[in-house]
């Protein structure tokens, strides 16, 4: 049952690009790779709704899961590489790329799945621009909210 809830508080934290996004960095190993496999399994439940397939439907999805799974670990480890720079970029002290593969996981458990669903609803730019843009949302947002200084306290006389 610990899993099931640091899962869900997971999936809650990385609902809202803010402050405690940036903690997703140090989520434990299961847990992003339980966020590829979701990213994975909604866009299969997405492309087998809409998809015509001519195999029988449990093979199909299986192994449509298994070549989503491959292409959305290539399309994070691509962007990954983006999201390193742009931490270098926007953060006195840069992240190790360990570090950085779960942020980037993070960052598209939501936008990617529903990118897709645009997409194959025929809204191709759309989806496009929601995978994305969605992508650059998440990722920046939080950077970019952690590196405004807070405003020190007043100190009381």
Known sequence: MRFLSQLLNYLQTTLIPNRVF?????????????????????TT????????????????????????AIAVLLYLLFVSYLNRWLIQWLL???????????????ANIWTFP????????????????????GHILYSVLPLVQ????????KVQR
């Open 22 to 42: 940036l903690k997703t960095r140090l989520a434990d190993v299961t847990l992003y790779f339980c966020g590829l496999a979701w990213i994975s399994l909604w």
């Open 45 to 68: 439940i997405i492309d087998s709704i809409l998809l015509d397939q001519s195999i029988p439907f449990v093979i199909w999805f299986i192994l449509h899961f298994i070549f989503i």
């Open 92 to 106: 006195p002290k840069p992240w190790a790329f360990r570090q950085v593969f779960p942020y980037t996981v993070a």
């Open 114 to 133: 529903i990118g897709v669903l645009f997409y194959q609803l025929g809204a191709t730019t759309v989806g496009i621009s929601v995978l994305l843009g």
């Open 146 to 153: 952690a590196r405004k200084k807070k405003n020190p306290s």
